[in-house]
T-cell receptor, first 118, second 116 residues
Framework: AQSVTQPDIHITVSEGASLELRCNYSYGATPYLFWYVQSPGQGLQLLLKYFSGDTLVQGIKGFEAEFKRSQSSFNLRKPSVHWSDAAEYFCAVAPAADRGSTLGRLYFGRGTQLTVWP | DAGVTQSPTHLIKTRGQQVTLRCSPKSGHDTVSWYQQALGQGPQFIFQYYEEEERQRGNFPDRFSGHQFPNYSSELNVNALLLGDSALYLC???????????????FGPGTRLTVL
């Protein structure tokens, strides 16, 4: 069965510090990979996505993620965190094998809550 | 572009009651997916609608049902509410690319359902 693991439930960083949020998935083939952000009372906003090609993906708000097939990981990074980045971050996968029949279904991790100290 | 809209924003029901949540997809989108997000958890896929048909369903009981209208808007119905149904219900819309590629799903702000 597909699964997405975000091992860090809560991370606290100082403003201006670098950030890395971890995501590991369990699936036989390379899935499509996504990172979403959710602010309190808001829906999910897509930060970036990986379908194929270059394994380093650039997203919005200065975020990037790197797909590592050998580690089944898709970690999210930002070189310098801003106070406005405080939110909950979700990694999600859409199994590539389901591309034709289950278009659009996403499996989410449980999320990582990011706190930013001034 | 209004994006994905959902109504109502908040809802309080009691056990055993029935509830209907509504979603209007982003302009140009014809596929609607519903997710349940319990407190402290990631969203869980309920089902997806395309061309007024349920195209795929997650691991949710039959108490959860849906509908899609010709204008692509959608409803989620939950019967015989349980305390455990308390959650944020998210609607997401996406363009149908006929299986060629999975594109982004655009999420609405959600409906917060509380079951007492």
């Amino acid at each position: 069965a597909q699964s997405v693991t975000q091992p860090d439930i809560h991370i606290t960083v100082s403003e201006g510090a670098s950030l890395e949020l971890r995501c590991n998935y369990s699936y036989g083939a390379t899935p499509y990979l996504f990172w979403y952000v959710q602010s309190p009372g808001q829906g999910l906003q897509l930060l970036l996505k990986y379908f194929s090609g270059d394994t380093l993906v650039q997203g919005i708000k200065g975020f990037e993620a790197e797909f590592k097939r050998s580690q089944s990981s898709f970690n999210l990074r930002k070189p310098s965190v801003h106070w406005s980045d405080a939110a909950e971050y979700f990694c999600a996968v859409a199994p590539a094998a389901d591309r034709g029949s289950t278009l659009g279904r996403l499996y989410f991790g449980r999320g990582t809550q990011l706190t930013v100290w001034p | 572009d209004a994006g994905v809209t959902q109504s109502p924003t908040h809802l309080i029901k009691t056990r055993g009651q029935q509830v209907t949540l509504r979603c209007s997809p982003k302009s140009g989108h014809d596929t609607v997916s519903w997710y349940q997000q319990a407190l402290g958890q990631g969203p869980q896929f309920i089902f997806q609608y395309y061309e007024e048909e349920e195209r795929q369903r997650g691991n949710f009981p039959d108490r959860f049902s849906g509908h899609q209208f010709p204008n692509y808007s959608s409803e989620l119905n939950v019967n015989a509410l349980l305390l455990g149904d308390s959650a944020l219900y998210l609607c997401a819309s996406s363009p149908d690319l006929s299986g060629r590629l999975i594109d982004e799903q655009f999420f609405g702000p959600g409906t917060r359902l509380t079951v007492l």
